[in-house]
């Protein structure tokens, strides 16, 4: 079936250090990919999104390419900031009406000053 | 922007009661889904509904049922609350069209206790 596979964390960098957070995918269409921010305490924020092959995706200084070569959709940040700390998922969605989204697990971000 | 509300940020309930976690979305969105979030599991899929009076189960429905009699407002309800239904518990909401296009929007969830 359809999944999705992030890194586990949790991650630990300093300011201004350079974020990375890979991301795989399994599906038998052609989905569309997410990525989703979740701060302590708070629901999850759609953070950016690609719906079709080579589409990027960004928000907030955060980036993601959609590679259907690899099915990748890795997240991606020059230079993070304390306030970026906060848990991400990876989610996908595949057609059909009504169709929930599929998350990967979450990586925990902390940044530290 | 579109508007998720959870009736309760913080719920203690004991074991055999019946729960009502209740969830309403101010943009007229058809889709509404319940999820349950635990830590080393992600977020897991309980129920989705396509639109009023419709509902289909999801990936771990067992234990809870679904009401939505209008629109905006989709209440789960655990009929006979367990230890094991501790959790934090999240609603989402969707525009039909364009469907997987679409992104869900989240409420801030509802950290469920059950003693």
């Known amino acids: 079936g359809d999944s999705v596979t992030q890194m586990e964390g949790p991650v630990t960098l300093s300011e201004e250090a350079f974020l990375t957070i890979n991301c795989t995918y399994t599906a038998t269409g052609y989905p569309s990919l997410f990525w989703y921010v979740q701060y302590p305490g708070e629901g999850l924020q759609l953070l950016l999104k690609?719906?079709?092959?080579?589409d990027k995706g960004s928000n907030k200084g955060f980036e993601a390419t959609y590679r259907k070569e690899t099915t990748s959709f890795h997240l991606e940040k020059g230079s993070v900031q304390v306030s970026d700390s906060a848990v991400y998922f990876c989610a996908l969605s595949v057609g059909q009406a009504g169709t929930a989204l599929i998350f990967g697990k979450g990586t925990t971000l902390s940044v530290s000053s | 922007d579109v508007k998720v509300t959870q009736s309760s940020r913080y719920l203690v309930k004991r074991t055999g009661e019946k729960v009502f976690l209740e969830c309403v979305q101010d943009m007229d969105h058809e889709n509404m889904f319940w999820y349950r979030q635990d830590p080393g599991l992600g977020l897991r899929l309980i129920y989705f509904s396509y639109d009023v009076k419709m509902k289909e189960k999801g990936d771990i429905p067992e234990g809870y049922s679904v009401s939505r009699e209008k629109k905006e407002r989709f209440s789960l309800i655990l009929e006979s609350a367990s230890t094991n239904q501790t959790s934090m518990y999240l609603c989402?909401?969707?525009?039909?069209?364009?469907?997987?296009?679409?992104?869900?929007?989240f409420g801030d969830g509802t950290r469920l206790s059950i003693l």
């Open positions: 690609a719906t079709k092959a080579d």
């Open positions: 989402a909401s969707r525009d039909k069209t364009g469907y997987s296009n679409q992104p869900q929007h």
